[in-house]
């Protein structure tokens, strides 16, 4: 596929921009989240009536790119609260940061495909135009699918150990109150017989049981909600890639 040397400096011009990564993580995180998530584009009218206008046969091209798409604000409402929401996306952002494989890959491909999205809507020609892109810099479509591949290794290994250290706190936390709690109750069976002198006794461990009660509510309720997000956020990510590997399946024969 031939590209344009406008097209090309354009494409250049996004990668190496400064806002790049900081865009695109955002908005690939929040893409992948689009089964849980609803975004809403806070000033609709303003875009459409900032609409870019094709060049008349009179207009020349300049090979001077244009500038970087303004991100519009959005307003997020769905499962995830929005401070879980950029919980989970800093969260994956700096994985696949510290996972990122030397020269372009899935991720770089990725982070154009997001960046590339308004001035190419359509995403299989996006598609077809980021890998012309970065093929100049040696990408190939084994490499995107390979790393594509890893970076669901990735995910799931992090899943993993976000399961194990859950269920870690989950027992230092609350076993220790269960336990107190099975000793209080079996307290107050046994003095149930002397109930006129440990009447005091009785009252005060029952308000214990109910307080402990309450933190383990709290508490489970804390580590539930936590955990439901991450699977919800993984699950995600992960639909997300194994989406995009069929697509370039499909588009890059």
Do not use: W
């Not at 194990?164 to 003095?191: F, M, P, S, V, Y």
């Not at 149930?192 to 006794?201: C, G, N, R």
């Amino acid at each position: 596929m031939v590209i344009s040397i406008f097209f090309r400096n354009f494409v250049i011009h996004l990668y190496q921009s400064k806002p790049f990564h900081s865009i695109f993580m955002s908005d690939f995180f929040k893409k992948a989240l689009g089964v849980f998530v609803e975004f809403e584009d806070d000033d609709k009218s303003n875009n459409t009536s900032e609409a870019r206008q094709a060049p008349s046969g009179n207009d020349k091209v300049s090979n001077v790119p244009p500038s970087l798409p303004q991100q519009q604000p959005q307003v997020y409402t769905g499962a995830l609260s929005p401070q879980e929401l950029e919980k989970f996306t800093k969260h994956f952002s700096d994985l696949f940061d510290k996972s990122n494989f030397n020269g372009p890959d899935y991720y770089e491909f990725s982070k154009m495909m997001a960046m590339l999205e308004a001035p190419i809507p359509d995403e299989n020609t996006r598609i077809s135009a980021v890998f012309a892109t970065l093929s100049i810099q040696g990408l190939t479509k084994d490499r995107i699918l390979e790393t594509a591949k890893q970076y669901c290794t990735i995910l799931e290994n992090d899943k993993a150990q976000f399961e194990a250290a859950a269920t870690g706190k989950a027992n230092a936390e609350l076993a220790g109150r269960r336990n107190k709690i099975q000793e209080l109750e079996k307290k107050i069976a046994d003095n149930s017989q002397l109930i006129q002198k440990l009447t005091k006794e009785i009252t005060d461990d029952q308000t214990n049981i109910g307080e402990m009660k309450n933190e383990i509510v709290l508490q489970d309720s804390k580590i539930n909600t936590n955990k439901a997000g991450f699977l919800m956020a993984y699950q995600a990510m992960h639909n997300k890639i194994t989406g995009d590997i069929h697509k370039i399946n499909t588009v890059l024969k």
